[in-house]
Every structure is written in C-alpha cells, then in structure tokens.
C-alpha cells in the first residue's frame, strides 16, 4: 500500500516572477509590521495590506472572474500564500474566507450567496470565519447542538460557538447548525452563512495566553436568519464541513507557524555560528524542507482533483509536531549573549506561548491520526 503518493508540483507560468512580485509587496508594507506578530501570522491582521493583495490579484486567485476572481491555477496560489506566510505577512484577516468559504460558497452557494460575498473576499474587504467549534463538541464535531428551526419567516438560530478565530473581525460566519430537530450525529445538519451583524448574534472575546484577542464564543438567542442563508442542501452539512476541513488542512499555514523564528536565529547568530547552534538550523532547515516537499505534494494532488485526506492529516500532524519543537529546541540551544538580543527573545517568548495552540486548531494529533489510521485500512 502506498502511504504517502507523492505528486508533482507543477505550477503554470513564471513561478520565479510570481514569487519576487509577492517578496516586493511585502518588502514595500513590512515597516509597520509588529515582529511578533511575523510569526503564526495567518492570525495577525491587516486590513491595508489585505485590500493591498485584493487590488494585486493576490485573493480569490482560482475563482471565476465574473466574481472578482483571476482563474489563476490552485498552485500559483499555493505559491502566493507560501510566500506570504514565510515572509511574516499579517493576512489573517482574509485567509479563512479566501482559504475555505469563498470557495465552499462556488461550490454549494447559491447565486445570490456568491454575488453577495465572493467579489469582496477577493477585494480583501469581506472576511469570514468558521462556526463549527461548540463547548461540547470540537474534535466530535458531530455533537453539535446548535440549532436552526425553520419557520416562515426564516431560520431561528439557538445555542452557542466557541473558539471562533476574528469573528470579531469578520461579517460573516459559515455555520454548522442542527436543522433537523430529534437528528443525530452527523445527520440533521446543514450550514448557514450568518450575517454577525444580525439581532440576536452576540460576539463575545476569549483572550488566548499571548494576551491576544484573537478568538471568540457566539451565542444565538433566536436570531431570526433570512432562509436564503442555507448554503448548501439542507441536512448536508457533513458532507459540505468535511469538504472545508480538507481545504483548511492541506496548505502550508500547517508547517510554517513558526518559521519567523529560525529566520530570526539565522539573522541573530550570523554567518559563523557556535557548532551546536549550526547543527539545530540545519536539522531544522532539513526538516521544514522535507515538511515542504509533502505540503507540496498535498496541494498538488487537492488540485489535481483527488482527495488528499490522509496526506492532509500527515502534513498537519508533522508539520504542527515541527512548528511547535522549534520554540523549544531554540530555547534550548540559546546561550546568555543570544537569549539577550532581544528580538530574537521577544519572539522566542511569543512563539512559546502561542505553539500549544498549533496542534489543536483544526484537528488534533489524536484525531489527526485516527483519520491516518482509517485511511490506512488500520480502523
Ligand atoms: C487557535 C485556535 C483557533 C481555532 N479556531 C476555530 C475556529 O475558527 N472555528 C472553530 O469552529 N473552531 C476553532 N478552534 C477549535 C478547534 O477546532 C478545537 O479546539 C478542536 O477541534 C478540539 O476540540 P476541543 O477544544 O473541544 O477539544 P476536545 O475535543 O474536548 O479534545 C480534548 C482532548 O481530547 C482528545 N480527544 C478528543 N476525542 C478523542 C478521541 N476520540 N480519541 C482520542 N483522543 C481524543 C483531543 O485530541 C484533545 O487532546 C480553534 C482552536 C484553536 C486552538
């Protein structure tokens, strides 16, 4: 049986001219850029540089022009966003909508639903975020409670989101609900897009170690949602989530939350470093390079049109396993000069906090591995 099918990353076009066009902007918006937030910075926002990318043809790459998309290839994509993450962009005020609602609103969506949100995603103007997560029910997504009643004047929404990432931030919120009363399970679902802005829809903070208001609970007291806001079939919610969650596994946000970091080694330690610390960027550089290779090899076969589902829960599981050593194998390795450059310590000090998280958000390790296990004909 083959493991891991290896796929070619084959982007058309100049790959090289893409890749400088995304270093320039970046190199021509960083000034202002906190450092710390240059690490895991798929959670750090900025509006200007996202309505930049908007304006540069650099959101909604793949989706159709008539709704402010380029019809670029999936992997020119792949290349932009990898460049963006690598080089401490702050994008996540866009990434979840240009990443998984925008292109679950071209695949389910109805007309109107594309017209309404699709050309402000790829203006960088309209952000979305994802309702899945409930007090009871995270990695049993199935458990879901939350729930939706129809009745003629539309949906009335009961119950509660956890751990919403920007939905303080964002208009809407694709949300996984219980519609059919008496379901259960993965039955009886279906996905409403929510307007936050809603009577009824209450966002509250969670702040998270860092000290950062990054995520969110929502509540719904019968938030009364216009019927047209069902996306999808209704009771096809799983079938709709599991297609998002391979969208939202698959990229290369998966391996490179820490990678500020050994970018900050490098510049801090120069061009002769102690023999212990050149070891550790070397293990470290082979390891991202080989996570980078797989990620790859994942994005390539998602847009070849199969499903990478266990590739996807492979490189997530390596990749968050990598991002979060790499914080304390440079804690470890750092002698008294080095812990006292600053820079180097402040985001050492941030990425220790934030790491934890990593693995957790969208899918844990032991989740992870038992989709591994499944697909691996193993359970
Ligand atoms: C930074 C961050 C951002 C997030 N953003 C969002 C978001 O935008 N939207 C959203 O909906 N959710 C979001 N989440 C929530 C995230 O998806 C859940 O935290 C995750 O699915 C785990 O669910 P839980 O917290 O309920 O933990 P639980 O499901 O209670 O798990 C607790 C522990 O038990 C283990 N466990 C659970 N079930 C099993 C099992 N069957 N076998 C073995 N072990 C098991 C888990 O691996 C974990 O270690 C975010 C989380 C984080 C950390």
């Known amino acids: 049986m083959q493991i891991f099918a290896i796929h070619p990353f084959d982007p058309p076009g100049d790959v090289p001219a893409l890749r400088a066009r995304v270093r320039a902007l970046i190199a021509g918006h960083e000034a202002g850029w906190p450092l710390e937030g240059r690490s895991n910075n798929w959670f750090t926002f900025d509006a200007a540089f996202s309505r930049v990318l908007g304006r540069e043809g650099l959101l909604g790459m793949t989706w159709p022009k008539r709704y402010g998309g380029h019809e670029r290839h999936p992997l020119e994509r792949y290349v932009v966003m990898e460049e963006l993450l690598a080089g401490g962009a702050p994008v996540g005020l866009h990434w979840i909508a240009d990443r998984q609602t925008g292109p679950l609103l071209l695949r389910y969506g109805t007309e109107n639903q594309r017209r309404k949100y ?39 929404v009961n119950g509660q989101k956890v751990w919403t990432s920007g939905a303080h931030r964002s208009h809407a919120a694709l949300t996984l609900l219980r519609t059919e009363e008496g379901s259960q399970r993965n039955a009886g679902l279906s996905q409403l897009m929510i307007d936050l802005d ?32 069902l996306v999808g079939t209704e009771g096809e919610g799983w079938k709709q989530v ?90 470890a390795a750092l002698d008294a000069d080095l812990a006292a450059n600053s820079d180097l310590s402040r985001l050492l000090t941030w990425v220790l906090l934030a790491s934890p998280s990593f693995s957790l958000r969208g899918g844990t390790p032991e989740v992870l591995r038992g989709i591994i296990a499944k697909g691996l004909g193993l359970r």
């Open 118 to 156: 699709l050309p402000g995603m790829a203006a960088g103007e309209i952000y979305a975020c994802i309702g899945l997560s409930e007090p009871n029910a995270g990695s049993d997504l199935a458990s879901v409670r939350t729930s939706a009643r129809k009745t003629p004047e539309g949906w009335r």
């Open 198 to 229: 809603t009577p009824g829809v209450t966002v509250r903070p969670i702040v998270d170690m860092t000290g950062t208001h990054h995520f969110n609970e929502i509540f719904f007291d019968d938030a009364l949602i216009p019927l047209d806001a």
């Open 242 to 331: 599991t297609a998002e969650l391979a969208l939202e596994r698959s990229g290369p946000e998966r391996y490179l939350s820490s990678h500020a970091l050994l970018v900050a080694l490098i510049d801090a330690v120069g061009p002769d470093p102690a023999p212990a610390i050149a070891q550790l960027i070397g293990r470290l550089t082979a390891e991202m390079w080989t996570l980078r290779q797989m990620s790859m090899s994942t994005a390539a076969k998602l847009a070849a049109g199969d499903d990478p589902m266990v590739e996807a829960a492979i490189v997530k599981d390596l990749g968050n396993a990598f991002e979060q050593a790499m914080p304390r194998l440079v804690q």
